[in-house]
Nanobody, 122 residues
Framework: QVQLVESGGGLVQAGGSLRLSCAASGSISRINTMGWYRQAPGKQRELVAVVGISSGGSTNYADSVKSRFTISRDNAKNTVYLQMNSLKPEDTCVYYC??????????????WGQGTQVTVSS
């Protein structure tokens, strides 16, 4: 079993900043990627940012967050962060952490956190 625990959501005014954290634990042999997705009510879950863990740290961002959000990782702690600056009301969503993991039994799987609410007031 693999668990992802998120923290750092909350309420912030437009133009403000928040930092999300996600720590992975459990029967992890290797983490391939970790990332953040978000979902607004009535909409599909969408990619926000992803970082390679076992592949040198390459990153990919949604166009809507480029230059405002930064994803980073601490491999020793199996933790990924999302620094969100210049937040806009349209960033209001539930944010989910995702990890692509190879477990102790050499099985690959995608795991999700429980989600953390980010609300940006205008």
């Amino acid at each position: 079993q693999v668990q992802l625990v998120e923290s750092g959501g909350g309420l912030v005014q437009a133009g403000g900043s928040l930092r999300l954290s996600c720590a992975a634990s459990g029967s992890i042999s290797r983490i391939n990627t970790m990332g953040w997705y978000r979902q607004a009510p009535g909409k599909q879950r969408e990619l926000v940012a992803v970082v390679g863990i076992s592949s040198g740290g390459s990153t990919n961002y949604a166009d809507s967050v480029k230059s405002r959000f930064t994803i980073s990782r601490d491999n020793a702690k199996n933790t990924v962060y999302l620094q969100m600056n210049s937040l806009k009301p349209e960033d209001t969503c539930v944010y989910y952490c995702n990890a692509e993991v190879l477990d102790y039994w050499r099985s690959r799987g995608a795991y999700w956190g429980q989600g953390t609410q980010v609300t940006v007031s205008s």
